[in-house]
C-alpha cells in the first residue's frame, strides 16, 4: 500500500466517525462507559475474526507489552478524558476543545523523521478549526469559568489523541493487528468503570440495539484499525486538516436523519474546512513533487 493509499484508507475512520453522533443518539439511554464496553467488545471481536482468518493473530505474541499499554491508554484514555469533560462543561465549548487534535496533529508530525510540515498546512488547520469553531459553537451560550475543570479534561482529551495518532507512526513497524488487543483492553477498562461509577440502563428496543451495533461495528470499531493504516503509513498533516470535515459531516448526518435543524453557519463552517483541507492538501502536492 502506497502513501495515497493509505491517506484514503485513514480518511475512511473520518467518514466513520461522521456517523458516532447519530449512533450515539440512537443508543440512549445507554450511559458512556457501558457503551465503551459494548462497542469495543463488538470492534475488538470483528477485528479478531479477520486477524484469525489472515493468520495476523500470530504476530499478536510478537509485539511488546509497552505497545499494548501504549494503544489501550490511547483509546480508553480519549474517550475517558472526552465523557468526563463533558460531564463537567457545557458540551459545545467542551466539544470544541476537545477537537483541537487535528491541528495538534499537524503540528506535532512536524517532529517526526521524514515529515516536513510546511506553513500551508498550519494555515489550513487553522482555518478548517474555525470552521469547526462555527459549527460546534452555533448554539453556545459562551465559556463559563466555572466549568475550567471541564476544559483542562477537554485539552488533555485533544492532547490525548493526537498524541496517540502521532506517536503511532513511530510504531510504523507494529501490525494494525495490534488494534484488535487494545480494543479488547478499552472494553474491559470502560467495564470495570461502569461498574464502579454507572447504573446499568440497556438500549430501547431494535434501534437501540441496533444503533450499539453500528458503533461497535464502524465509528468504534473498523474505524480504529483504518485510523492506524492511515497514520503509520499515510499523509498524516492531511489526515490531521481533512479530519475537521467529521463535525461537518456529523452535522449533515443529523440533519438528514431528523435530529437537528440547519442553521445557516452551517455553509459558512462547511467552506472553511473544505478550504482549510485544500490548503493542506496544496501543501502535501507541493511537497510531494519536491521528493
Not at 34 to 50: E, N, P, R, V, Y
Not at 169 to 198: K, M, N, Q, Y
Amino acid at each position: 500500500m502506497n502513501r495515497k493509499q493509505a491517506t484514503l484508507t485513514g480518511f475512511l475512520a473520518v467518514l466513520l466517525w461522521a456517523l458516532l453522533a447519530l449512533f450515539t443518539v440512537g443508543s440512549a439511554p445507554v450511559p458512556p462507559f457501558q457503551l465503551s464496553a459494548l462497542t469495543f467488545l463488538i470492534g475488538g471481536s470483528i477485528g479478531l475474526i479477520w486477524i484469525t482468518k489472515t493468520g495476523e493473530i500470530r504476530r499478536l505474541a510478537s509485539i511488546g507489552w509497552r505497545v499494548y499499554v501504549f494503544g489501550t491508554l490511547g483509546l480508553f484514555g480519549y474517550h475517558a478524558l472526552y465523557f468526563s469533560a463533558l460531564r463537567m462543561a457545557p458540551a459545545a465549548e467542551a466539544g470544541l476543545i476537545a477537537y483541537l487534535w487535528p491541528l495538534m496533529i499537524v503540528l506535532f508530525s512536524g517532529l517526526l523523521p521524514g515529515e516536513r510540515l510546511r506553513p500551508l498546512h498550519v494555515a489550513g488547520a487553522i482555518v478548517s478549526f474555525i470552521g469547526a469553531a462555527i459549527l460546534v459553537l452555533g448554539g453556545a451560550a459562551g465559556f463559563d469559568m466555572q466549568a475550567l475543570p471541564g476544559y483542562g479534561l477537554a485539552f488533555l482529551c485533544a492532547l490525548t489523541w493526537s498524541g496517540y495518532s502521532v506517536l503511532s507512526r513511530r510504531l510504523g513497524d507494529t501490525p494494525t493487528a495490534s488494534v484488535v488487543v487494545f480494543c479488547f483492553a478499552t472494553a474491559t477498562l470502560a467495564a470495570a468503570a461502569h461498574i464502579l461509577w454507572e447504573d446499568t440502563s440497556w438500549p430501547q428496543g431494535a434501534l437501540g440495539w441496533a444503533s450499539v451495533l453500528g458503533l461497535g461495528l464502524g465509528p468504534v470499531g473498523l474505524a480504529f484499525y483504518v485510523w492506524d493504516i492511515g497514520v503509520k503509513r499515510g499523509d498524516i498533516q492531511l489526515l490531521g486538516v481533512a479530519s475537521y470535515s467529521a463535525p461537518l459531516l456529523s452535522t449533515l448526518v443529523l440533519i438528514l436523519a431528523g435530529v437537528a435543524d440547519p442553521h445557516p453557519s452551517l455553509l459558512l463552517a462547511g467552506g472553511l474546512i473544505t478550504f482549510g483541507a485544500l490548503m493542506a492538501a496544496r501543501a502535501s502536492s507541493v511537497r510531494d513533487e519536491q521528493t
